[in-house]
């Protein structure tokens, strides 16, 4: 038995892990590679999708995925309040406007009538953004319906391995034109930093993978130009040509073999991750005063896994979370808080002027939300520390 400190998310590597990264060390190729486009194929097999184009992080993926959707200066986006940044910011690095619209505390999620009120007071939004918090995908096939006619980039960036409620894996193409996972640490599976877009669109993919390398094409068919040395309409070995503005959001050969490894566990971690959530659930389920959204079994079924929340009413208990998250801390219990509603964080507050009363959603959510230790390297008597030391925590 060990007291190591736990984290709310930590990633797990195996010596496989480890030797699958030294044998591309060891290789020709240490950047973008064979080894990527193999991870690449690997993942759109995965989630059902036919293109996959890995990148450096997720926020890069939401990057070039606005790039691709067509979003510049003046575009209108929609994201939900409750996310990381990076939803939000992606819409601004490509000089769009990101709407911020709320959420429901119980599903941590925009429900579809609020997208569809929010598109019918901004009727020229060209993109909608819906974040699977925590991992779980909520009423996708519905928001589809009521975004219909906008691009939507779904922010999977903690979905990596779960599934729509119609039970088709998310990032297959069915609610959404792109698809964003990330495969930071935390995250079901890791590639240290890193990222993919799927899409079933080869325009969207061209686009996505132009983007990510400094706007480069290099395929023979999308050339415009012609050097002079091309023959007919083959261009030479040599020759490139950028089209567009584009970054370097490449990922390595080194991260992508990491991410190959980790793919084969995918089932195990998140399997693994369910049985906790699952226990945590039941053992939870008795305190006043606390709620434990997507509890269903049925969604514990479908999510990935990323997060576990409980939203407790702090007030009610007559306490803090503060003083809750350092009794656990105490504990050797980490916490988190996921996430500052985005309307708050200054830089957006000050571009969209709006005010906390704007979001009762978000803030009804904010107040109470703390994050859990759950990740796949737990073990049964951790868990029970985390079990016994939260149960302590918020019992009146
Ligand atoms: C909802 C959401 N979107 C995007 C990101 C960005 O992911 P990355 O760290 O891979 O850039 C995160 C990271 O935590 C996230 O939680």
Redesign the pocket.
């Given at each position: 038995m060990t007291n190591r400190f736990l984290s709310y998310g930590r990633h797990w590597i195996d010596d496989d892990d480890i030797a699958a990264v030294a044998a591309v060390l060891r290789g020709e190729m240490l950047t973008t590679g064979p080894v990527v486009e193999h991870f690449e194929a690997a993942i759109a097999e995965r989630v059902g999708a036919k293109f996959a184009v890995a990148v450096n992080?997720?926020?890069?993926g939401?990057h070039v995925a606005c790039l691709a959707a067509g979003v510049v200066a003046g575009t209108r986006a929609l994201v939900p309040d409750i996310?990381?940044v990076?939803?939000a910011n992606a819409v601004h690095l490509c000089g769009g406007e990101a709407g911020i619209v709320d959420i429901d505390p119980a599903t941590i999620a925009t429900p579809p009538a609020v997208w569809a009120g929010a598109l019918a007071a901004a009727p020229d939004t060209r993109v909608v953004m819906p974040?699977h918090m925590a991992g779980l995908a909520v009423e996708s096939a519905a928001i589809r319906q009521a975004t219909a006619g906008r691009i939507v980039i779904e922010?999977a960036?903690?979905s990596f391995g779960g599934m729509y409620a119609d039970g088709k894996p998310v990032g297959c193409g069915a609610h959404a034109d792109m698809s964003v996972f990330?495969?930071?640490p935390v995250k079901p599976v890791t590639t240290g930093?890193?990222?993919v877009v799927v899409t079933n669109d080869p325009e969207l993919a061209r686009l996505l993978r132009l983007y990510r390398s400094h706007g480069i094409e290099r395929g023979a068919d999308h050339m415009v130009a012609r050097d002079e040395d091309a023959t007919g309409n083959s261009p030479p070995p040599w020759y490139y040509e950028q089209q567009a503005l584009g970054l370097n959001y490449r990922l390595t050969d080194i991260q992508a073999a990491l991410g190959l490894s980790q793919l084969g566990k995918l089932d195990r971690f998140v399997g693994r991750r369910r049985e906790i959530a699952t226990h945590y659930d039941s053992r939870f389920a008795d305190l006043a005063h606390v709620e434990i959204p997507h509890a269903d079994p049925s969604e514990r079924a479908r999510s990935g896994l990323h997060l576990y929340v409980a939203l407790v009413d702090y007030a009610a208990l007559g306490t803090t979370r503060r003083a809750v998250a350092e009794r656990l801390k105490a504990d050797g219990v980490g916490t988190q808080v996921h996430y500052i509603p985005v309307h708050r964080q200054p830089w957006h507050r000050d571009r969209l002027g709006t005010s906390n009363a704007d979001y009762p959603g978000a803030e009804s959510y904010y107040r109470r939300c703390l994050t859990l230790p759950l990740h796949p390297g737990l073990t049964d008597e951790e868990v029970e520390r985390v079990v016994a030391s939260f149960r302590a925590a918020v019992s009146a």
């Open positions: 992080s997720a926020t890069s939401l996310t990381f990076a939803t974040v922010d960036a903690h990330s495969f930071h930093e890193g990222g």
